[in-house]
């Protein structure tokens, strides 16, 4: 009886120092709103105002659709890759994973239906992301050189399978995902793919904010080893990032190749830039410690909102490549102190 007793006094501490950490993570979390993000709110509005005022066609319908929906595929990877930013790694596998799940999507339907294609895809792009956080939780990894290193081999797999452009058999597939929510009035111009991108935000900030393994995955970015003392299974939760991360670039390249009508093996190239640039902007801080799912989401549309102008004022491609680089090495800087 003594030890029977002994042992729930050891799980009611046990659950107590969990709970502790949680609820102090969650603390954290919401102080992160601090004068560099009431900064970059200020740069928004003023690119905002900035941008219809230089353009007479940015404020159009048209336009605010083709925002939207160039968007979805940032928005899903910036997602994912604020769950391992958070835990203080990073993801360059991303654009790799994307070319492949466009790439089996659209070639697997030629043999078999749509959903199955989409679940070998989805299915293909978590198993890419099982691989990471294995190697990064298991065996120690550095997570940059990890993702390095499967950005290339993933992406010398999808030559592999295919070096050729591939263009979905069923036309459904790019009606549905690819078209519009219709219905009449806005509806008629708002995209598929954006209420789903949509949707998975409100979702993460809920597994972010109000449960016990994503208070988790934020406190291991501000203090790991406490983390893991507290009696959390921390590697349990960095193999989950990264499993989320690369279902979330899967869906990203499914909903493309949606769009586009066609899929390549060169798709997706240099999205982690974007993401890593979206999450950063958003409140996200390199190593961990710092960001959230509506942070994040303010981000990819501020660097949408800036890929927007540069677009209406003819900047070519490579100019823009140097000031998303510029962004992201300002916004590093000015949060280094954040953490």
């Not at 046990?14 to 949680?22: G, W």
């Not at 928005?75 to 994973?97: A, Q």
């Not at 294609?117 to 792009?125: C, D, K, M």
């Not at 519009?180 to 789903?196: K, M, P, R, T």
Request: proline share 2%; aromatic share 8%.
């Amino acid at each position: 009886m003594e030890i029977s007793s002994k042992t729930d006094d050891v799980k009611v501490e046990h659950r107590s120092s969990l709970r502790e950490t949680v609820v102090e993570s969650g603390r954290a979390f919401t102080r992160r709103i601090r004068w560099i993000d009431i900064g970059f709110i200020v740069l928004f509005v003023v690119l905002l105002i900035y941008t219809a005022l230089t353009s007479e066609n940015f404020f159009t319908e048209r336009n605010i659709s083709n925002i939207l929906r160039q968007n979805v595929p940032n928005g899903l990877i910036s997602l994912g890759m604020l769950f391992v930013i958070l835990t203080g790694g990073i993801d360059l596998s991303v654009g790799s994973v994307v070319a492949l799940a466009a790439i089996l999507t659209a070639g697997l339907q030629a043999d078999t239906s749509i959903p199955v294609a989409i679940a070998v895809a989805l299915g293909a792009s978590a198993a890419c992301g099982l691989f990471n956080g294995i190697m990064v939780a298991r065996f120690k990894l550095e997570p940059f050189i990890v993702t390095l290193a499967t950005m290339g081999a993933i992406r010398g797999g999808v030559f592999v399978i295919s070096d050729t452009p591939q263009m979905p058999a069923d036309p459904a597939f790019r009606r549905i995902l690819g078209g519009f929510v219709g219905g009449g009035g806005w509806l008629d111009s708002l995209a598929v793919a954006a209420v789903i991108m949509l949707a998975c935000f409100p979702l993460a900030w809920i597994f972010l904010n109000r449960t016990t393994t994503g208070r988790a995955v934020v406190a291991i970015g501000g203090n790991k080893e406490a983390v893991r003392l507290a009696g959390i299974n921390v590697e349990s939760k960095i193999i989950l990032v990264y499993v989320l991360s690369a279902f979330l670039s899967g869906m990203a390249g499914i909903l493309l190749a949606a769009r586009l009508g066609i899929s390549q093996p060169s798709l997706g190239s240099a999205y982690e830039l974007d993401a890593i640039a979206a999450v950063v902007i958003g409140g996200g801080v390199m190593g961990g410690g710092g960001g959230g799912a509506l942070g994040t989401l303010g981000g990819v549309f501020t660097l949408g909102l800036i890929n927007n102008l540069l677009n209406l004022q003819n900047v070519q491609s490579y100019y823009q490549q140097i000031v998303k680089g510029a962004i992201i090495l300002f916004a590093v800087l000015a949060r280094r102190k954040q953490r």
